[in-house]
Structures are given as structure tokens and as C-alpha cells.
């Protein structure tokens, strides 16, 4: 048979508090996990759209990026073409003022023989060349 303590409603009432304590402390835990399961998908959903934003600002990056590649490439281009050009106007300019000078000299020469030697004073061509030549044959 039953004995008086499995009847005892006491005994019912302090496991029926005891049960509820439980039950109330499962469900203060409970809240808490959701608490959190919240805060952190809050916090997934701000880092996504964070990633959103710098995946386009990464895109925007790189876009501009490759034009100033082009670019730096077209300067490069431009560069070493001009420089091409002022090397090769440097040789003609070189090449031109030996032939100018040649030319000078020889015509200079052949005008002191037919005509002699500073005929004309400080006004005639061949005095006011004189400089030149004596300059361009020390050269």
C-alpha cells in the first residue's frame, strides 16, 4: 500500500514549486538565446549589407583603377613617342647646323678671296659674320 508521504500534499506543493522554478528559469533562458539569435541576426544582416557596400565600392575601385592604367599606359606611349621625335629633332638639328655651318664657312672663305679681306668696315656682311665663323671653327 501507499504510505502518508506519497500522499502529502506538501510534498506535491514543494515539487509543483519546484517544477514551475524550472520551467520559469527554461523560459528566462530560453529568452535570452532568442535575445541573442536577434542581436546576432541584426548584426549578420548590418555586416551583409557592409559587404554589399564595399563589394561595390570595390568594383567602383577597381574600375577606376584600370582606366588609370589605360591612361598612365597612354602617357607612357605619348611619352616615349615625344621623346623619339625631340631625339630624332635633335639629330636633324645637329646634322642641319653642321651643313649650315659647312655652307657658311665655304661661303665665307670663297667671299674673302674674291672680295678680300673686310672691305667694307663695320656694316659689310663679312665683318658682321666674322664672329660666327672664328666661333663656329673653334667649335
Known amino acids: 500500500m501507499h504510505t502518508n508521504e506519497q500522499f502529502c500534499p506538501d510534498a506535491l506543493k514543494f515539487n509543483n514549486d519546484k517544477i514551475v522554478n524550472y520551467i520559469c528559469e527554461l523560459?528566462?533562458?530560453r529568452d535570452e538565446v532568442v535575445?541573442?539569435?536577434?542581436?546576432?541576426?541584426?548584426?549578420?544582416?548590418?555586416?551583409?549589407?557592409?559587404?554589399?557596400?564595399?563589394?561595390?565600392k570595390m568594383n567602383v575601385?577597381?574600375?577606376?583603377?584600370?582606366?588609370?592604367?589605360?591612361?598612365r599606359d597612354r602617357y607612357?606611349?605619348?611619352?616615349i613617342e615625344a621623346e623619339d621625335y625631340y631625339t630624332k629633332l635633335?639629330?636633324?638639328s645637329e646634322a642641319l647646323l653642321d651643313a649650315v655651318s659647312k655652307?657658311?664657312?665655304?661661303?665665307?672663305?670663297?667671299?674673302?678671296?674674291?672680295?678680300?679681306?673686310?672691305?667694307?668696315?663695320?656694316?659689310d656682311i663679312c665683318s658682321s659674320t666674322s664672329f660666327l665663323t672664328n666661333r663656329t671653327k673653334q667649335q
Not at 607612357?76 to 611619352?79: D, L, S
Not at 657658311?104 to 673686310?118: A, H, Q, R, T
Open 103 to 123: 655652307d657658311f664657312n665655304e661661303l665665307y672663305e670663297s667671299m674673302d678671296k674674291k672680295v678680300g679681306p673686310d672691305v667694307g668696315g663695320k656694316d
Open 35 to 56: 535575445r541573442l539569435l536577434r542581436k546576432q541576426e541584426e548584426e549578420k544582416a548590418e555586416l551583409g549589407l557592409e559587404m554589399e557596400r564595399l563589394a561595390y
Open 27 to 29: 523560459r528566462r533562458q
Open 76 to 79: 607612357n606611349e605619348a611619352i
Open 90 to 92: 635633335v639629330k636633324s
Open 61 to 71: 575601385l577597381s574600375k577606376s583603377m584600370a582606366q588609370r592604367v589605360i591612361t
